[in-house]
């Protein structure tokens, strides 16, 4: 991903960047039955580099895609809020299910939920995740540190 991001620009606004994920998320989601709320910041408090952007998009569709086929949710959120002025947070939510996310990956079963820990940790950011019956979150909090 590194080197495909080299190009990219940053959106203009937290809005347009979740935008094209957003629709394409909503409709899979609708179509299962899955009401989705989606609350992103009108601006961007300080912007994330083209790299970050990736690897938060990375997160979500991740996520969303774990929710679809795992977690039997009815409701998800989808959420990022500037927690301090140079820190984003990024939260994905699911009534589903749950599951043991920490046997998950003793088991070696998630590709996908190691490859979105090394994105993050590689972007000096950190990434949670919880989950009992009835709540899943992966928590994202990444630095917006700029040189």
Known sequence: DSGSSIDNKVP???VIWIAPVRYRFT???EEMDIAVEWTFPKVW???PTALQCLTL???VEESLTNIIKHSQATKV???MEYTQPHQLTLKI???GVGFN???VQKNGMSIGMRSMKMRIERMGGMLDIQSVKGNTCVHVVMELYQP
Request: charged letters at 30%; a negative charge; aromatic letters at 0%.
């Open 12 to 14: 203009e606004t937290p």
């Open 27 to 29: 409709q899979l989601l």
């Open 45 to 47: 408090q300080r912007e």
């Open 57 to 59: 998009i990375r997160v």
């Open 77 to 79: 959120s989808v959420s």
């Open 93 to 95: 939510q699911d009534n």
């Open 101 to 103: 996310p920490e046997m």
